[in-house]
């Protein structure tokens, strides 16, 4: 109880300090003002000092700079989804070919078993009449009571 109460004054005062030290951190607009036209400029306009001018073209060159990186690497990543794209089509492609031809394999073995289980068959003949001392052959039709 007491490790939990200590913890929590402590993300309190942590959290204070923070928000103490960021609303300090507010820049000064006082040196910003307006300027109505016809005071040596043609339409009014916001007028800063020179060295806040510079800070403000810096800031926009360098956010220009991280855009112009930020596009390229979605560029990059775009190519790299198209890539992907195009392998997993291919793939599915594939799959579906696989599967066409097992699925025609399956209902080749299945007729064929089919052919095999049925009871019955056309055969060829032979054998010898020991009696009356004679071969015999033939065609007939059979049907299987055992198989082995």
Known sequence: MRKRKLFAMSA???????LAAGTAC?????????????YELTEPAY???????RDTVELIETQAAEL?????YLSAQNASLEQIAEEFETLEAAVADERA???????RLAKQNRRLSSPWA?????GYDPFRK????????????IRF
Do not use: H, M, Q
């Open 26 to 38: 507010s820049g000064d607009t006082g040196n910003i003002r307006l300027r109505p036209a016809g």
């Open 101 to 107: 031809a097992w699925k025609a394999e399956t209902e």
């Open 134 to 145: 004679e071969a015999v052959c033939g065609v007939g039709v059979s049907y299987v009571i």
């Open 47 to 53: 007028v800063v000092p020179v060295c806040d001018g």
């Open 12 to 18: 309190l005062i942590v959290t204070a300090i923070l």
């Open 68 to 72: 112009t990186a930020l596009r390229e």
């Open 122 to 126: 056309v055969g060829l003949f032979g």
